[in-house]
């Protein structure tokens, strides 16, 4: 486990990263960005790189979070903001835990634009839950707040339930929707990158509008599944001012998206190739 220094505020940022190849990739890609913001808003900051209770039932190292009170570094502070160690969080990012205040719970829904896949396959993942009482709605618990009311919910999740689609999110949701009164997170800050641009399109315009609005960009499923949204983020959110950023908004208005849709789309296709077999092969 990293060791959080002698806890210095109330609220502690936690990640779970898990594996030489995970860590390298959240370390040049993740990090920096997640740094940046707990500096900003003067929280602490742990890592959780080693399996806290192994379990019979699963192994993926996303059910670890569920027992996060279960460190002594995280249990001594009121509130805990969780992130997948797979989300960029922009320069202009807000407070969470500003927004939200003291609930017990705060996650973001799992369809905040209305994608029919979502809609038509997120019932789906309470299939193992109790039946009677299942939300109409699915949370995304790669990014949530939460305090120690809602522990035994949490590890209840862990100890009840074995490894199935989306890992802990179909059990999670059920028992937080269920428990003590929490609040929605604002999309904001879990804003789902594949979701996005399948609600609204690829052109350059709609990711550029997705990083305007979004305080936390979750790549979910991997980011190679949403290139070439990420390096774009990184660039124009590290180079502000540069002359490229100025002209990639130039071209980033909606009466330049039938060029620039294609145009993204392509870009995409290449930089898949040479992630999934170039970069592979010479990786050997």
Same mark, same amino acid.
Request: charged share 25%; glycine share 4%; proline share 7%.
């Given at each position: 486990?990293?060791?959080?220094?002698?806890k210095?505020?109330?609220?502690? $940022?936690?990640?779970?990263?898990?594996?030489e190849?995970?860590?390298?990739?959240?370390?040049?890609?993740?990090?920096?960005?997640?740094?940046r913001?707990?500096?900003?808003?003067?929280?602490?900051?742990?890592? /959780?790189?080693? /399996? /806290?209770?192994?379990?019979?039932?699963? *192994?993926?190292? *996303?059910?670890?979070?569920?027992? #996060?009170?279960?460190?002594?570094?995280?249990?001594?502070?009121?509130?805990?903001?969780?992130?997948?160690?797979?989300?960029?969080?922009?320069?202009?990012?807000?407070?969470?835990?500003?927004?939200?205040?003291?609930?017990?719970?705060?996650?973001?829904?799992?369809?905040?634009?209305?994608?029919?896949? $979502?809609?038509?396959?997120?019932?789906?993942? %309470?299939?193992?839950?109790?039946?009677?009482?299942?939300?109409?709605? #699915?949370?995304?618990?790669?990014?949530?707040?939460?305090t120690?009311?809602?522990?035994?919910?949490?590890?209840?999740? $862990?100890?009840?339930?074995?490894e199935?689609?989306?890992?802990?999110?179909?059990?999670? *949701?059920?028992?937080?929707?269920?428990?003590?009164?929490?609040?929605?997170?604002?999309?904001?800050?879990?804003t789902?990158?594949?979701?996005?641009?399948?609600?609204?399109?690829?052109?350059?315009?709609?990711?550029?509008?997705? %990083?305007?609005?979004?305080?936390?960009?979750?790549f979910?499923?991997?980011p190679?599944?949403?290139?070439?949204?990420?390096?774009?983020?990184?660039?124009?959110?590290?180079?502000?001012?540069?002359?490229l950023?100025?002209?990639?908004?130039?071209?980033?208005?909606?009466?330049?998206?039938?060029?620039?849709?294609p145009?993204?789309?392509?870009?995409?296709?290449?930089?898949?190739?040479?992630? %999934?077999?170039?970069k592979?092969? $010479?990786?050997?």
């Amino acid at each position: 486990m990293k060791k959080a220094p002698e806890k210095a505020t109330e609220n502690i $940022f936690v990640t779970t990263v898990m594996g030489e190849k995970y860590t390298r990739i959240y370390n040049e890609t993740f990090r920096p960005s997640q740094e940046r913001f707990i500096q900003k808003i003067g929280a602490d900051f742990y890592i /959780i790189d080693d /399996i /806290i209770e192994r379990s019979p039932n699963h *192994s993926h190292p *996303s059910w670890q979070k569920m027992l #996060m009170f279960r460190l002594p570094e995280i249990a001594s502070h009121k509130r805990a903001l969780f992130v997948d160690a797979d989300v960029y969080i922009t320069r202009h990012a807000r407070n969470p835990f500003e927004v939200v205040g003291d609930v017990p719970w705060s996650v973001a829904d799992n369809n905040a634009y209305g994608v029919k896949y $979502f809609a038509d396959n997120d019932p789906k993942l %309470y299939a193992h839950c109790p039946p009677n009482n299942r939300p109409s709605m #699915m949370l995304n618990l790669g990014v949530y707040i939460v305090t120690e009311e809602s522990r035994s919910a949490l590890e209840k999740v $862990f100890y009840d339930y074995k490894e199935q689609p989306c890992y802990d999110n179909g059990p999670a *949701s059920y028992h937080l929707l269920n428990g003590p009164k929490g609040k929605i997170l604002p999309s904001e800050f879990n804003t789902l990158v594949l979701a996005y641009l399948m609600a609204y399109g690829r052109g350059l315009s709609v990711m550029l509008r997705m %990083y305007k609005e979004a305080s936390f960009l979750h790549f979910a499923g991997g980011p190679t599944k949403s290139l070439p949204m990420l390096p774009l983020v990184r660039y124009i959110d590290t180079h502000p001012d540069s002359l490229l950023t100025r002209m990639i908004f130039f071209f980033g208005k909606p009466k330049y998206d039938r060029i620039t849709e294609p145009l993204m789309r392509a870009i995409a296709k290449v930089m898949t190739v040479y992630a %999934y077999h170039i970069k592979r092969r $010479f990786a050997r």
